[in-house]
């Protein structure tokens, strides 16, 4: 039988490490989770068997807005070749989100991630941050922020790259 | 105080220094990032403040950095 300080040391070391692992992020090579399983506001692309890009972003990031025109002009050039962009809002509040959405009207799906379940569980690093997910579901690249032309650049490249991939 | 103990007691002080920390992820920085959360939203202000810093430190300047708590990109 164990002594109430070893009892004591043993469940001071699993809070310790479950809070060391409760941190844990999607990684690059791993399924990225399904966006069907969370209650998230708006009707989803069907997205089985296409090159899905999951960006993150909010009305109150001003990186996020920058993106949207370009975000727009991708999924226009490269919609009929299987690519398919889910932007997800994690903005708390509706009406900023619906007065957003009716002001830039994006060529891309939109839905919000009201109770920041979704994003929670991807724990993203920063605002915005989009997930690149190959046709089978698996998570193939993470751009942390948007930097315009240099972003874009790379995305294009990587999800022609994906598109290209043989099934 | 026995060894053991003394561990313990370290590891439960350092789980309490721990659980009085947190970080604010960047999705719940909408407060943050609120134009009222601004240091210079206020023009006038500003300058009175530059003005008062001005004359008791014959200096200007280096208040800062710009923007807001967004903490994006």
């Known amino acids: 039988m164990w002594s109430p300080t070893k009892k004591t040391s043993l469940v001071a070391a699993i809070l310790l490490a479950s809070s060391v692992l409760a941190s844990a992020e999607v990684k690059v090579g791993q399924p990225f989770p399904a966006l069907a399983s969370f209650s998230l506001e708006g009707a989803l692309p069907e997205s089985a068997g296409r090159v899905v890009l999951v960006d993150f972003w909010a009305t109150w990031c001003a990186p996020c807005r920058a993106s949207f025109p370009a975000y727009s002009a991708l999924q226009r050039e490269l919609g009929g070749r299987g690519f398919t962009l889910v932007a997800v809002s994690v903005d708390k509040q509706k009406g900023a989100y619906d007065e957003f959405l009716a002001k830039f009207a994006p060529a891309f799906t939109t839905v919000r991630d009201g109770k920041q379940s979704l994003v929670g569980e991807v724990r993203v690093p920063a605002m915005p941050t989009s997930y690149l997910i190959d046709r089978h579901g698996v998570l193939r690249a993470v751009h942390s922020g948007f930097y315009g032309d240099k972003t874009m650049k790379e995305l294009r490249t990587q999800i022609i790259e994906l598109l290209e991939e043989k099934s | ?73």
């Open chain 2, 1 to 73: 105080m026995k060894p053991p103990k003394l561990i313990a007691l370290l590891l439960l002080a350092t789980l309490a220094l721990l659980s009085g920390c947190t970080t604010v992820q960047p999705w719940e920085r909408a407060t943050l990032a609120d134009y009222k959360m601004r240091p210079d939203r206020d023009p006038l202000l500003t300058a009175m403040m530059e003005h008062i810093y001005f004359s008791r430190e014959a200096s200007s300047g280096g208040r800062g950095v710009g923007g807001s708590g967004c903490g994006c990109n």
